[in-house]
Nanobody, 121 residues
Framework: QVQLVESGGGLVQAGGSLRLSCATSRRMSSFDAMRWYRQAPGKQRDLVAGITNGGSTNYADSVKDRFTISRDNAKNTVYLQMNNLKPEDTAVYYC???????????????WGQGTQVTVSS
């Protein structure tokens, strides 16, 4: 089974920074994309940022110019650098590994347990 382990969450004041890490039990380059999602209590889980195995990135509009997703294939780890944090960024952040087999049309998504990020005013 694929295991994803997030770390780096915590408490921070508005305007501060945090760096989240997600370590994968399988070679990261074997996944088609790595993504970060977040979910606040009573809210749906939303995509925050993603990076493909080719290096392309995308971000939710709410975090553009503040968050940066990156990866270190040698360490099988994906990161989310979060700068200028706002109270509305408060949520549980989840690491996601996405895998697709085009020929067989099978899709797989693997999830970590999540790490809490709390931003105070």
């Amino acid at each position: 089974q694929v295991q994803l382990v997030e770390s780096g969450g915590g408490l921070v004041q508005a305007g501060g920074s945090l760096r989240l890490s997600c370590a994968t039990s399988r070679r990261m380059s074997s996944f088609d994309a790595m993504r970060w999602y977040r979910q606040a209590p009573g809210k749906q889980r939303d995509l925050v940022a993603g990076i493909t195995n080719g290096g392309s990135t995308n971000y939710a509009d709410s975090v553009k110019d503040r968050f940066t997703i990156s990866r270190d294939n040698a360490k099988n780890t994906v990161y989310l650098q979060m700068n200028n944090l706002k109270p509305e960024d408060t949520a549980v952040y989840y690491c996601n590994a996405h895998e697709v087999y085009i020929v067989t049309r099978k899709l797989y998504d693997y999830w970590g347990q999540g790490t809490q990020v709390t931003v105070s005013s």
